[in-house]
């Protein structure tokens, strides 16, 4: 009996189907180390900005804006009272060039 079709069908579909699993792995790898790169710019923007406020809410410093590049990212702190509160924002352009915006707030002693 000849087999040299199926045998063929099969090469076929083993092909496929590595095509298809290459295909969409590399731009799904590609995303998660940007997503991975965004994360890890928003954890130093927010520990700088935790720091930053702790520091302002004890009146060591009277600066309200001020600007920092954080891993070849310009960042814009911004200081504002609000009654017995501090509030610190950060804004920021991430690595796929989305604004982001983060607030966190102290008491003003």
């Not at 509160?85 to 796929?96: L, P, T």
């Amino acid at each position: 009996m000849n087999r040299n079709g199926f045998t063929f069908i099969e090469a076929l579909v083993s092909l496929n189907i590595i095509i298809f699993i290459s295909l969409t792995v590399a731009p799904l790898s590609t995303l998660v180390m940007q997503e991975r790169v965004n994360a890890l710019l928003k954890r130093d923007v927010v520990h700088m900005l935790y720091e930053d406020l702790l520091y302002r809410a004890n009146g060591n410093d009277a600066t309200m804006h001020y600007e920092k590049s954080i891993q070849q990212t310009n960042v814009q702190f911004t200081f504002q009272l609000e009654n017995e509160y501090m509030r610190g924002c950060a804004n920021w352009e991430n690595k796929k060039t989305r604004k982001e915006t983060f607030c966190l707030y102290s008491d003003y002693k």
